[in-house]
């Protein structure tokens, strides 16, 4: 993958969370969640399309005749609809603009005409494309996993705060 998050995180976040106030840490984690929801939104686009595929390549495979690759993706996109754990809420933000380089580098893989044409992709095609976005997948999902092991990290250094008695109005700030 050709998408560099280091590029992306400007806030520098000390080894020792000791050391930092409430207000700073809660602009790392903030900083932190809005890099996590541009790779999430990402992430649900490249699972999108490579479900889009497997639907057509597992169509292939079990002979099924009906070119209806739409009749079929209802199935295939719930099935990654919901992660394990409690459900998160919905939040209503715009994509930043940045996620858009993952977005064309998944087109490189496998292009809208193409997307639109899977009947008519040859299958060797269609299983390249499919490796390509799989292996872009793995590389986005890493890239959110260590988004969330450094918005855990703050998190816990915040809450550690809370338990220890910082105020009602550290708190409030």
Not at 118 to 134: H, K, V
Not at 138 to 166: F, N, P, T
Request: glycine share 6%.
């Amino acid at each position: 993958m050709r998408f560099d998050l280091n590029k992306l995180i400007t806030i520098s976040e000390p080894e020792n969370l000791d050391g930092c106030s409430l207000p700073e840490l809660r602009e790392i984690r903030d900083h932190y969640q809005n890099l996590e929801n541009g790779l999430s939104y990402a992430r649900r686009i490249v699972q999108g399309r490579l479900d889009t595929v497997t639907v057509e390549l597992d169509r292939r495979t079990q002979g099924v005749t009906d070119n209806d690759v739409l009749e079929r993706l209802p199935d295939a996109l719930a099935a990654h609809s919901r992660g394990p754990g409690l459900p998160r809420p919905v939040r209503d933000v715009e994509p930043p603009e940045w996620a858009d380089e993952i977005v064309l580098e998944l087109d490189e893989i496998l292009t809208p005409s193409e997307l639109g044409q899977l009947t008519a992709l040859p299958a060797e095609r269609l299983t390249q494309a499919a490796l390509g976005i799989s292996e872009l997948e793995k590389s986005v999902s890493k890239l959110r996993h260590e988004m969330h092991d450094r918005i855990d990290r703050v998190q816990d250094e915040l809450i550690g705060r809370y338990q220890s008695g910082a105020s009602v109005d550290d708190l409030l700030r």
